[in-house]
């Protein structure tokens, strides 16, 4: 044992030691080792003879066989009795050296793990044709079908997610027979059927396919196999209501009350919320304030307190509203105070902790649910304030009163000043002033308000001195109040001071991006600054924040006209009409545009549509009668002309303009009786004299010499009128003259000699002609003042030789063969010498 090397006991390798063995088995040594060769030397003679029953192991590389005649056990140098057979049994040799730790390679190499003998081989693969495969494929492709609709539902989808929610209760089916076909009916995956026909349902509802919806339900509901079916009722109840089956909402509402267990109070109270709503619509106010009133015993919340006023509202009870505005106003929102936001210390890494959670998911979810319940309480508050008292501001008064006491005591001057808008809305400007005065020494956020809002109303009222006084006070209660900017650059505005004014407008924006009546009004003041890109740019930007604001797009428009590009004003004035189709301001613009463009036709549109929906505008009623007699269509002009005359009673061109195209369409009887009637209402009108004796004279009527006669009366009246206002004129100035330099030659004017007064009035010209006394003649001036409302050419009249033409104020089309107008050629019996004029042919 001296040769055998024990481990030290402190030694914390667990394989040292490996390497060293003991001696006794080191083969290379053998041959010196007495004991063993002594051994060897004594047990060979009695060795058997090796056979191939008796297996052996390998010593040294060759097979060793075992004592097996001696009864006594050989033993090895060192004492150690030999393996051999025992019992009759040979048992094999086991190894005389450590495995695998040889210093010298013997044999094989060293491989545990058998990588010597190749790659292993490759799985068993499954076998798909089993049923129980086919069904696990099948039950995978359904799941993947309820998922698919239910995720194109979510993008708005809603036709293909109904078109795989179809597929996959076909697909369900098949597993169904499927599993019913191997026997395995017992394993249904009820879950998955719940699955598809629920997914199913949605679809149809969110299709708008009520019927199949509530088959589909039924289906489910009817199913004693599925647990909890008969919450299900809640969504046949919601499509009941949205069919305005109100009874039949009402019924299975309260069969899934029923089947609800008081466990779950929160669904509980949603149902009975929906109830009431029901009930609402079927106006039996009763029964929903039974519904609401028991919420708020149990659960109370903002939405049921809202509803509970608007029944009792309905109903009329003045107590009952008070009572429910006092639950309303103690409803608690479970939102935490807006100081746990406040950091408690200047450290960098909490202030940044307290900057996140200011704005994060929860804290919006706070600030929406405290928006909603002031929203419902004001809303409430001046719906009741007019009933629960005799006056309306005693309601408000009483309003304002309990909103003091209760949590929301900051809303007490928002109704303040909502009661001053009410006043304003009733057109009581006095008591708006006044209400409004009241904030004036109160806290500034109120301050500045009440301010800009008096602001506002002294500037409708045009009172600019006031509204700019109060603008500076909101300003200097809140100099960051964009409002009051805006106000404090309007009353600049109306000054006439648009660069002052533009500053304010860019000082609102500064403070709040988002103030859309700032961005207008700079827009509108680079306009007039004549700055238009500039205003281009703020309308543009004002567009992208209000996509459908009418304003806007006609500034666009009218920017875009005034930039010469009519195309792009036509395009935007295209788009406001799409937004406003009924606006006639609109679409005769558009008419004017077209009409400046040469389209005729497009122009006589838009004017005929903006004629539909303002028959009044004169502008485009004269433009349609002058598109018809343009178009030769004088008999449809006549009724444009006609509403015209309606409108301006006074103006005698309208009616002028109804005998004229009568004569026109060659209806001379009814012109003639027109003509008649204008000479009643007006009977100094020279221009219907002169046509009336025209027509007489025509049709040969014997009324002719009176209205010569008074043809002739009429303009030597005018004629004394005009020479009496020169003669006066004259006069006058005369006068002035020779008082001026009789009293005082020597006065000298200190602010300088006088201008010039223009001259008026016109000397008669030598060449005019005039109607003798004795016989009815007709000059080649008056014939030209005819033609000058015909807009007929002198030369197209047969006897006269004037190269003058004349042109309508309205526009006529050229045409190829002009009229001829018979004019009875009778000697004047005096004829003045003239010279005759050329003007010009667009006189």
């Not at 040594?29 to 060979?44: C, K, M, W, Y």
């Not at 039949?248 to 309260?254: G, L, N």
């Not at 959670?357 to 649910?369: A, F, S, V, Y």
């Not at 046509?691 to 030597?716: G, M, N, P, S, W």
Request: glycine share 4%; hydrophobic share 35%; aromatic share 10%.
């Amino acid at each position: 044992m001296e040769h055998v090397h024990l481990a030290p006991e402190d030694e914390d390798d667990l394989y040292t030691g490996y390497n060293d063995y003991n001696p006794t088995f080191d083969s290379e040594e053998l041959d010196n080792d007495i004991g063993f060769q002594q051994a060897v030397r004594t047990s060979h003679g009695r060795r058997p003879p090796m056979t191939a029953r008796f297996p052996g192991t390998a010593v040294g590389g060759r097979p060793l066989a075992t004592s097996f005649g001696s009864r006594v056990p050989l033993m090895s140098s060192m004492g150690r009795p030999m393996t051999g057979a025992q019992d009759g049994a040979a048992r094999p040799m086991t190894a005389v050296r450590a495995a695998g730790y040889s210093s010298m390679a013997r044999g094989s190499a060293f491989d545990p793990l058998g990588q010597s003998k190749g790659p292993a081989p490759p799985l068993e693969s499954k076998n798909e044709d089993s049923p129980e495969e086919k069904i696990k494929i099948l039950e995978k492709k359904v799941n993947d079908l309820i998922e698919e609709s239910c995720l194109a539902q979510s993008r708005g989808d809603l036709q293909l997610s109904l078109e795989k929610a179809k597929e996959a209760g076909r697909k369900e089916r098949a597993l169904v027979r499927q599993r019913e076909h191997t026997g395995t009916a017992d394993h249904i995956n009820l879950d998955l059927t719940y699955s598809v026909l629920f997914n199913l349902a949605n679809q149809y509802e969110s299709n708008d396919m009520y019927p199949e919806a509530l088959n589909t339900y039924q289906l489910i509901v009817k199913n004693k196999m599925f647990n909890n079916a008969g919450r299900l009722k809640v969504n046949m109840a919601n499509i009941y209501f949205k069919q305005k089956n109100y009874p039949k909402a009402v019924k299975f509402y309260r069969m899934a009350l029923d089947q609800i267990s008081n466990a779950h109070k929160e669904m509980r109270i949603k149902i009975m919320q929906n109830i009431g709503m029901v009930f609402i619509r079927m106006g039996q106010y009763s029964d929903a304030i039974t519904s609401f009133e028991h919420i708020m015993s149990e659960s109370p919340n903002i939405k049921t307190g809202y509803n509970l006023i608007l029944c009792y509202y309905a109903i009329g009870d003045r107590d009952k509203m008070k009572k429910s505005f006092q639950k309303l106003i103690s409803v608690p929102l479970g939102i935490d105070e807006e100081d746990k936001y406040i950091p408690p210390n200047d450290e960098p890494h909490t202030n940044m902790v307290y900057e996140a959670i200011k704005n994060d998911k929860l804290h919006q979810m706070e600030r929406e649910r405290k928006a909603l319940a002031e929203k419902f309480i004001m809303t409430a508050a001046k719906l009741i304030a007019p009933a629960i008292e005799s006056t309306f501001a005693a309601g408000f008064d009483w309003c304002v009163d309990m909103v003091k006491g209760s949590l929301y005591v900051e809303l007490a001057n928002d109704l303040e000043i909502n009661k001053a808008i009410t006043y304003l809305r009733q057109k009581d400007f006095n008591q708006a002033v006044e209400t409004l005065k009241t904030f004036e020494k109160k806290e500034s956020r109120v301050k500045s308000a009440a301010a800009t809002n008096l602001s506002f109303l002294y500037f409708l009222e045009k009172d600019y001195e006031q509204a700019d006084r109060y603008a500076d006070l909101a300003m200097s209660a809140d100099r960051y109040n964009p409002s009051a900017l805006v106000n404090k650059g309007n009353t600049v505005f109306v000054k006439q001071d648009y660069e002052k004014a533009a500053e304010f407008f860019k000082e609102s924006l500064r403070n709040d991006s988002s103030c859309t009546e700032a961005l207008y009004n700079l827009g509108l003041t680079y306009k007039k600054m004549g700055r238009l890109e500039g205003a281009l740019d703020c309308f543009l930007k004002l567009h992208s924040i209000l996509r459908n604001s009418d304003q806007v797009m006609y500034q666009l428009a009218s920017l875009y006209e005034m930039l010469e590009d009519p195309h792009q004003a036509i395009e935007w004035l295209m788009q406001l009409i799409s937004v406003t189709p009924t606006d006639p301001q609109v679409l005769a613009k558009l008419g004017e545009l077209y009409d400046n463009e040469g389209d005729k036709s497009q122009a006589f549109q838009y004017y005929y549509e903006s004629f539909r929906y303002c028959p009044s505008n004169i502008d485009v009623i004269e433009w349609l009668g002058a598109y018809y007699i343009d178009t030769q269509f004088c008999e449809k002009a006549i009724h444009y002309f006609e509403r015209a005359g309606l409108i301006q009673p006074t103006q005698v061109k309208w009616q002028l303009m109804v005998a004229s195209c009568y004569r026109r369409s060659g209806n001379y009887q009814k012109a003639l009786e027109t003509y008649k009637d204008i000479h009643r209402k007006f009977p100094e009108n020279i221009e219907c004299l002169r046509f009336l004796v025209r027509l007489c004279q025509d049709l040969e009527l014997k009324e002719v010499q009176d209205y010569a006669t008074k043809l002739k009366k009429v303009e030597k009246m005018k004629e004394i009128r005009e020479q009496r206002v020169k003669s006066g004129r004259e006069g006058s100035a005369q006068s002035r003259r020779e008082g001026s330099a009789g009293s005082d030659a020597s006065y000298v004017d200190p602010l300088g000699p006088q201008m010039e007064r223009p001259k008026t009035a016109l000397k008669k010209r030598a060449d005019e002609d005039e109607f003798a006394d004795e016989e009815l003649g007709m000059t080649v001036a008056r014939i030209a003042q005819l033609c000058c409302l015909y807009g007929i050419c002198l030369k197209c009249i047969p006897n006269t030789d004037c190269d003058r033409h004349a042109h309508l104020h309205l526009p006529i089309q050229q045409r190829t063969s002009p009229p001829t107008i018979d004019v009875p050629h009778t000697t004047p019996t005096r004829r003045r010498p003239r010279k005759r004029q050329r003007q010009d042919d667009a006189t």
